[in-house]
């Protein structure tokens, strides 16, 4: 089977209207993420252990499950709690949730590089706690927090294919429809894999960006 570039352009703007799910569905979740990677360490350093002992067992039972079984289980059992909501909104939750664990730990260990003695310079200079947080410490922790959480956001875009199994309509999902009703599954597989490619790297390259904006605060 030889590689149909007029069969491939026909087929590109539906992609792209895929590639715009993918990528807006990667977007909200890491959003997500970022306030329930936060939520969570808040919760883990600072709530009496009757709550944060039951939390933290669950971040490893989230941790130790496969991001697919957790979609599922998300997508059938939230309706028999009452809660409902579209295969679009699910898997932003799903994604959200399970990365938020993650980040959480990438919060921890940037704010744990961040010596005492730095907390004990703010108060000296006479910074109210929140000063020293937003003006030393923030900054000191971006050259180890925005690394891990580019990679995890990348990570979080690639995982992205798997929300086709509850129907969202994303990049693989519209390309598995259309070689299916076409019977040509070249064009669209290649298509969607050099849009992958091309958004991995743009994405990379602004991750990369950033870090060198950090690392030069520090």
Request: proline share 5%; aromatic share 14%; with cysteine.
């Amino acid at each position: 089977m030889k590689f149909d570039w007029h069969f491939a352009w026909q087929i590109m703007p539906q992609l792209l209207k895929g590639a715009w799910i993918t990528l807006s569905v990667t977007i909200l979740s890491f959003g997500v993420a970022l306030i329930g990677g936060a939520v969570l360490l808040a919760i883990l350093l600072l709530a009496p252990t009757w709550v944060s002992e039951p939390l933290r067992r669950c971040v490893d039972v989230v941790r130790s499950t496969p991001l697919l079984v957790q979609i599922f289980f998300l997508f059938y059992m939230l309706p028999e709690w009452g809660v409902r909501l579209g295969p679009y909104e699910t898997g932003i939750f799903a994604l959200g949730l399970h990365y938020s664990c993650y980040l959480s730990d990438a919060y921890r260990a940037a704010l744990f590089s961040v010596t005492r003695s730095q907390w004990s310079a703010g108060s000296a200079l006479g910074l109210t706690g929140w000063q020293t947080l937003r003006y030393v410490v923030f900054p000191q922790m971006g050259p180890i927090f925005v690394p891990i959480a580019g990679s995890l956001l990348v990570y979080m875009f690639k995982d992205t294919p798997i929300l086709a199994a509850i129907t969202v309509r994303e990049m693989m999902q519209v390309a598995s429809q259309i070689g299916a009703d076409n019977f040509r599954y070249m064009e669209p597989l290649t298509l969607v894999g050099g849009l992958f490619l091309a958004m991995s790297l743009l994405v990379s390259r602004c991750m990369r960006l950033i870090e060198r904006r950090t690392t030069f605060w520090r």
